[in-house]
Nanobody, 126 residues
Framework: QVQLVESGGGLVQAGGSLRLSCAAS????????MGWFRQAPGKEREFVAT????????YYADSVKGRFTISRDNAKNTVYLQMNSLKPEDTAVYYC???????????????????WGQGTQVTVSS
């Protein structure tokens, strides 16, 4: 249907930075909102950040606001998550996702996303 491939995860010290990338195969990539979610061991998947179809609107979980930045490059069919000032509680598998329908602006619920990547591990040491 649509292929999403995450990359950029790894091990980093507390206070450090990582940039995650998500490459999408969808030809109409620019018409769909995109998001990042994460899941820690023993926890349910949670919302991290989303960006509207146009890129004009971004939304963040309170726990990452001011530290993480979501962006998109439609020419490269790629979504990014810049993560700064990382904390041990940020440790999780991070998943990229694409919205089910085009041209939506405010989408933060995982149920609204129909395509998911395989995930990339982020580990923050203390």
């Amino acid at each position: 249907q649509v292929q999403l491939v995450e990359s950029g995860g790894g091990l980093v010290q507390a206070g450090g930075s990582l940039r995650l990338s998500c490459a999408a195969s969808r030809r109409t990539f620019s018409s769909y909102a995109m998001g990042w979610f994460r899941q820690a061991p023993g926890k349910e998947r949670e919302f991290v950040a989303t960006i509207s179809w146009s890129g004009a609107n971004t939304y963040y979980a309170d726990s990452v606001k001011g530290r993480f930045t979501i962006s998109r490059d439609n020419a490269k069919n790629t979504v990014y998550l810049q993560m700064n000032s990382l904390k041990p509680e940020d440790t999780a598998v991070y998943y990229c996702a694409a919205d089910l329908i085009p041209y939506r602006v405010h989408v933060t619920n995982s149920a609204d996303f129909g395509s998911w990547g395989q995930g990339t591990q982020v580990t923050v040491s203390s």
